[in-house]
């Protein structure tokens, strides 16, 4: 079974810019979550969607948006970039959201690296 | 808020021996999970080992095994026979139910052959 993918793999962008990074989950995992990871706050968590709906949201500005799609496809967007959303995004996913027994362990893709100049 | 904490930022062993890391969160929820992820150089986010809260027994996977101490809020990784593949940032992180995963800092772990 292929693991979670999320593409692009490398960002580079400039500050003011949008950018909208994508992720596929497992096959019949339901739930997407996102986490952000930098050198000076470690892995924060950015939201999590699960039957198109969001179910829970981290402590980020609202530049930061996501979705979820009928075949639990999940994409975010940053808007009006700054230097600051330069990090590592990771995408998780499991089959069920946080609360059902023995279903809910994430999996991780590889990332997306975002660059913003 | 819960938190978690690794209060070792790197830990160095020789291959073939064992090492401990240490976790330690903060709670006041009776149910909820525990994970051992490993990031290696490349990034990838690797689930090593999982402990559901009410279960008493150590979770172990192969050369991975947890020491769970719920009262004291403990929960430390025993990696035995250390291979060079084990060097790698491990993170802890907690989970309760309906709620986001929290991740600890991490600890480097560096493994000399």
């Known amino acids: 079974k292929a693991g979670v993918t999320q593409t692009p793999r490398y960002l580079i962008k400039t500050r003011g810019q949008q950018v909208t990074l994508s992720c596929s989950p497992i096959s019949g995992h339901r739930s997407v979550s996102w986490y952000q990871q930098t050198p000076g706050q470690g892995l924060q968590f950015l939201f999590e969607y699960f039957s198109e709906t969001q179910r829970n949201k981290g402590n980020f500005p609202g530049r930061f948006s996501g979705r979820q799609f009928s075949n639990s496809r999940s994409e975010m967007n940053v808007s009006t970039l700054e230097l600051g959303d330069s990090a590592l995004y990771l995408c998780?996913?499991?089959?069920?959201?946080?609360?059902?027994?023995?279903?809910?362990?994430?999996?991780f893709g590889p990332g997306t690296r975002l660059t913003v100049l | 808020a819960q938190t978690v904490t690794q209060s070792q930022p790197e830990m160095s062993v020789q291959e073939a021996e064992t090492v401990t890391l240490s976790c330690t969160y903060d709670t006041s929820e009776s149910d909820y999970y525990l994970f051992w992820y490993k990031q290696p150089p490349s990034r990838q986010m690797i689930l090593v080992i999982r402990?559901?809260?009410?279960?008493?027994q150590n979770a172990t996977e192969n050369r991975f095994s947890v020491n769970f101490q719920k009262a004291a809020k403990s929960f430390s990784l025993k990696i035995s026979d250390s291979q060079l593949g084990d060097a790698a940032m491990y993170f802890c992180?907690?989970?309760?139910?309906?709620?986001?995963?929290?991740f600890g800092a991490g600890t480097i772990l560096r493994v000399k052959s």
């Open positions: 402990q559901e809260a009410y279960k008493q």
């Open positions: 992180a907690y989970r309760s139910y309906g709620n986001k995963l929290v």
């Open positions: 998780a996913s499991s089959l069920a959201p946080s609360g059902r027994v023995g279903t809910d362990t994430q999996y």
